[in-house]
């Protein structure tokens, strides 16, 4: 099994990367959706959650109101602390089972946002980085996503930097043109990968 870290900038375009791949044959395991699955209603997660935060981080319907505690934990690094405490290792086991899932000959690409952030880039054989400039991380934000200017500039603002990002890098895909020049650097990638998984097995 090859493990491979895929992470990006908000903006950047890691989302994309990561369909592309799963399209060749990845089996793609993505920290987000996980992050999402493990507070939905009735898990223990969300419990936990509400234990730490209070009852009203939940909407009317009881499922979490992501706004109302997004604007009360990125605000308070202690609170987005005790957020991560509770949510990290629940995606972490959940992320671990479905690697094990995959089996001994698949490539798996774990897609998570903050990769280096949180130091994860040892976890993986290695890391793809999908890399775009400030500037078109920016507008895509704004353009794309319809964020307000301040908004898109502080959720940059809270990531790593771009060079931290490409300090943990094996791969970078340069993803600063339009859509159609991302797909052929991707295959290159997935090429890569085949080779390194192959080698590794033989």
Do not use: C
């Not at 040892?122 to 078109?136: F, I, K, S, W």
């Not at 970078?172 to 290159?188: F, H, M, S």
């Amino acid at each position: 099994m090859l493990k491979v870290g895929l992470t990006g900038g908000i903006g950047a375009g890691k989302s994309e990367v990561s369909r592309l791949l799963a399209g060749y044959g990845a089996v793609v395991v993505d920290a987000d959706r996980i992050a999402r699955e493990v507070v939905e209603p009735g898990t223990p997660g969300l419990a936990a959650v509400v234990e730490a935060f209070g009852p009203e981080v939940l909407t009317p319907e009881g499922t979490l109101d992501r706004p109302k505690l997004g604007s009360i934990v990125f605000a308070d690094p202690e609170r987005l602390s005790v957020l991560n405490a509770i949510v990290h290792p629940l995606v972490g086991a959940r992320s671990a089972e479905l690697e094990r899932a995959a089996g001994p000959d698949a490539i798996v690409v774990h897609d998570v946002p903050l990769l280096t952030e949180n130091g994860l880039a040892p976890l993986y054989d290695l890391v793809v980085v999908v890399d775009a400039a400030p500037e078109t991380q920016l507008a895509r934000l704004t353009g794309l996503r319809g964020m307000a200017e301040d908004e898109a500039r502080a959720r940059m603002a809270a990531q790593a930097a771009r060079e931290q990002r490409l300090a943990v890098a094996t791969l970078v895909i340069d993803n600063d043109g339009p859509l159609e020049a991302l797909e052929p650097q991707v295959r290159k990638v997935w090429e890569e990968l085949t080779a390194r998984a192959a080698a590794a097995r033989g």
